[in-house]
């Protein structure tokens, strides 16, 4: 079984600012890497998608992924109150299946 | 392009009844599916996967079953709901692989 941590939150920061958001996982075989957004009483949604180290940019969203350590973040930029939500990070293997870690809340103040 | 439908979005039922979820796929052949619970404040749990018709591999033991009975529909079933069952039930699907997973809207079960 994959485990996979996230930084427990919640996480609380200006709109502008940078939110910065966390993962490790203990399988070192996994091979990719996905962050989800999920707003209150809704369904996961994907925003990033990563299966090789280093750094992958869309729009305010960036994925970072360093297979040595085992580590995968998520870095949003100038911050917007919609950004408010829950983020999962979430690892699979070398089989079909995905683990996910349990969140992280991020509130976005104006 | 592909979109998944899920239903009903909520649900209220007594324990000891019966339960069946539907989930459908369109737009894609052939899809990865997949059944996930989440309990008020948890992570998301994995509890059916199927690669293929009639195919149906179980993660957690428990009263709950699926099937898969045409290529884009997985349903989900119960025979005697428990208060434990409660939660947000989410179908998910993907092209297989290393592909990610797309999420349906889901459906809120409560058990009284």
């Known amino acids: 079984q994959k485990e996979v941590e996230q930084n427990s939150g919640p996480l609380s920061v200006p709109e502008g600012a940078i939110a910065s958001l966390n993962c490790t996982y203990s399988?070192?075989?996994?091979?990719?890497f996905f962050w989800y957004r999920q707003y209150s009483g809704k369904s996961p949604e994907l925003i990033m998608s990563?299966?090789?180290?280093g750094d992958k940019e869309d729009g305010r969203f960036t994925a970072q992924l360093n297979k040595a350590s085992q580590y995968v973040s998520l870095l949003i930029r100038d911050s917007q109150p919609s950004d408010s939500a829950t983020y999962l990070c979430a690892v699979t293997g070398n089989d079909y299946k995905l683990s996910f870690g349990a969140g992280t809340t991020v509130t976005v103040r104006a | 392009s592909q979109t998944i439908h899920q239903w009903p979005a909520t649900l209220v039922q007594p324990v000891g009844s019966p339960l069946s979820l539907e989930c459908t796929v369109e737009g894609t052949s052939n899809p990865n599916l997949y059944w996930y619970r989440q309990a008020a404040g948890r992570g998301l749990q994995l509890l059916f996967y199927?690669?293929?018709?009639?195919?149906i591999s179980s993660e957690v033991p428990q009263n709950l079953s699926a099937s898969r009975p045409q290529d884009r529909q997985f349903i989900l079933s119960s025979k005697k709901l428990l208060l434990s069952d409660s939660g947000f039930y989410l179908c998910?699907?993907?092209?297989?692989?290393?592909?990610?997973?797309?999420f349906g809207d889901g459906t809120r079960l409560s058990i009284l």
């Open positions: 990563i299966y090789s180290n």
């Open positions: 199927s690669v293929g018709i009639g195919q």
């Open positions: 998910a699907w993907n092209g297989g692989g290393q592909q990610p997973q797309h």
């Open positions: 399988d070192r075989v996994s091979q990719s």
